[in-house]
T-cell receptor, first 113, second 115 residues
Framework: GAGVSQSPRYKVTKRGQDVALRCDPI?????LYWYRQALGQGPEFLTY????????KSGLPNDRFSAERPEGSISTLTIQRTEQRDSAMYRC???????????FGSGTRLTVV | GEDVEQSLFLSVREGDSSVINCTYT??????LYWYKQEPGAGLQLLTY?????DMKQDQRLTVLLNKKDKHLSLRIADTQTGDSAIYFC???????????????FGTGTQLKVEL
């Protein structure tokens, strides 16, 4: 596609429910990243993939958070048993290796009530 | 770990130059970025500079890098009302292969352009 696409754009969920956030990277981009951005802050790294392999998940806050990219293209970030503190903008980015250009999607605004 | 700091707010008059500053702590950063965030929009990659460069110019944008002081700046010439946004500085750590291109962001600088 033309850019990084994320869905849904907005998600409101009740505390305790599971949510799945989707990211469709730019076509052909090898690397895919997930970030979380709280209000008034810069994005913070969660995890990233090269192809289908999860290379680094050091930023995932706890074991309720997981991500996958089974075919090396679309990725899903799953949050189980959501809590109010999970409310944030979740951003996905993609890039090609050996380049400095990292492109972000518009994000998914998650609100846990 | 890496720490990236920016001033929170900058106000300029339309037509003036804006200079947004950023300091970072990790001298091993290889790429340094400026992103623009407008309300309700995604993060737009404005420009980036490789660590072996001192300056990069792209139309109205000039990026200056002082590696000794770990200081990065973004100058916007002839600032317009459409430049009003939050500007984020970001730096990576390590190389692009294997270790990926994990970014650490600053908290962002809100640029307000007044008529």
């Amino acid at each position: 596609g033309a850019g990084v696409s994320q869905s849904p754009r907005y998600k409101v969920t009740k505390r305790g429910q599971d949510v799945a956030l989707r990211c469709d990277p730019i076509s052909g981009h090898v690397s895919l990243y997930w970030y979380r951005q709280a209000l008034g802050q810069g994005p913070e790294f969660l995890t990233y993939f090269n192809y289908e392999a999860q290379q680094d998940k050091s930023g995932l806050p706890n074991d309720r958070f997981s991500a996958e990219r089974p075919e090396g293209s679309i990725s899903t970030l799953t949050i189980q048993r959501t809590e109010q503190r999970d409310s944030a903008m979740y951003r996905c980015a993609s890039s090609m290796p050996q380049t400095g250009k990292i492109y972000f999607g518009s994000g998914t605004r998650l609100t846990v009530v | 770990g890496e720490d990236v700091e920016q001033s929170l707010f900058l106000s300029v008059r339309e037509g003036d130059s804006s200079v947004i500053n950023c300091t970072y702590t990790d001298s091993s950063s290889t790429y340094l970025y400026w992103y623009k965030q407008e309300p309700g929009a995604g993060l737009q990659l404005l420009t980036y500079i490789f660590s072996n460069m001192d300056m990069k110019q792209d139309q109205r944008l000039t990026v200056l890098l002082n590696k000794k002081d770990k200081h990065l700046s973004l100058r916007i010439a002839d600032t317009q009302t459409g430049d009003s946004a939050i500007y984020f500085c970001a730096v990576n750590k390590g190389g692009l292969t294997g270790g990926g291109n994990k970014l650490t962001f600053g908290t962002g600088t809100q640029l307000k352009v007044e008529l």
